[in-house]
């Protein structure tokens, strides 16, 4: 007969000892227990083909398992040695701590696929078929979520399941109110386009015994479902902006932004700037109804705080307020004017018809107004001065007025002055009237 070679069946690996005894053959099929006998006693090889010398056959048991080590290289005099069947605390085939990670694997809590496609409007016998649960046991599903609420501990526990919703890995967490009779299930898993999805199944036990019910509901979000985006031509309104450019600028209707503030979402901002600049602003949004909302977002590279209102109900109460947190500006050119300004000069200082209003505007949102500039050229004496309105009239025909006073490093005198600037619309011209101490 050939030599033969002692295999493990159907390529089994040393990570199954306790099996090991049914695993190992030699290569015409016959047990390992039938080719030590075909060894030989005595410890001298046989007749009949055995290729080893074996000096310690009359004390080997079958209730242990061994390994053939020989007495030195190329030699086929050995000695069988027994394998210990490893433990946490004592090394077989594997290391002790193999076996203590091997023991750790948890156990699978496999989920259909069908649970991806549950929605917040999914019936009760929707979810049950979800689960895999029969109709006529839908106690089945409250009661895996009462023994998995038993089961969660602060501690690692190898028997708490890990979960799988097809072939994707989630991360599952159950609670469960005794009194009330009713038990959440939360599995947490990255859908498709690597958005963060949790599906919630709430369960509840109705009626009295032996005629209970059990009702279930879904709750199912995602990661970016939490906030709304506000449209990007909402951060071009301006305070000069009508009610019809406010709805305009929110899509023609504020029904997206009131059902977001229903629904507690996060309202953001963004926009872009050249195509180069993308940010997004945090907004502190409120609302009344379905006809009213009350936005307001910082933008720190103007470092002003803009105020949108848009009221359905009432279109005159739609307005934006924008408040300077450093102050509305003046061109340094107001230090200069007198009385004897002509129109162009007046002009030029307040910017226009549009920059006067614009300045009217800023002063009626709260603002205070500043002049940042360059009094003395020659010097290079920069002031920042601020500057008090003590007047202005908007007049129905188009004109307009406003009187600025303040006292500082020779603002209009040495002690401080008045300030008068006039606007009139028919003939689009100003006018100044400077009054000092």
Known sequence: MGQKKVILKDGQDELMPKTLASMVFTSDGTSVEAALKNIGGGGTPSGDGGNVKVTNASSLRMVNYYAFKPSKDGS???????????????????????????????????????????????????????????????????????????????????????????????????????????????????????????????????????????????????????TYYLPSDVYSLKTNSTHEDILAAFGGSIDEVVAALKGGKRITLTYSLLEILHQNLPVTAAGTGSFLVNLSYYEPSQRTLKEITCNTSDTSQSKVKVLYTYGYSLKAEVYSLTSSSD??????????????????????????????GTLDDFAGATINQDVQCSMYVEGSNGDMQITLFGKGYLLWGATGGVLSINYTKSSNTFSCVLITA
């Open 343 to 372: 129109t162009d000069t007046i002009s030029t200082a307040v910017g226009g018809e549009s920059g006067l209003k614009a300045i009217i505007q800023a002063v009626k949102n709260g603002n205070r107004l500043v002049i940042r």
């Open 76 to 226: 086929v005099e050995g000695a069988f040695s027994t394998i210990p069947i490893a433990s946490a605390s004592n090394a077989g085939l594997m290391s002790s701590y193999g076996y203590e990670k091997l023991d750790n694997i948890k156990t699978l809590a496999t989920f259909s696929i069908a649970l991806a496609s549950l929605t917040n409007n999914s019936t009760s016998e929707e979810i049950l078929q979800a689960f895999e649960v029969t109709s006529s046991q839908p106690e089945g599903l409250l009661s895996t979520m009462l023994l998995l609420a038993n089961a969660e501990v602060n501690e690692y526990d190898a028997d708490y399941p890990q979960a799988f919703i097809g072939n994707s890995q989630a991360v599952m967490r159950c609670t469960y109110d005794s009194e009330a009779a009713s038990g959440t299930m939360e599995l947490t898993y990255v859908a498709a386009g690597g958005k963060l999805r949790t599906i919630t199944i709430s369960g509840k036990r109705g009626g009295t015994s032996p005629d209970f019910t059990y009702t279930y509901s879904c709750a199912v979000t995602e990661s970016g479902d939490d």
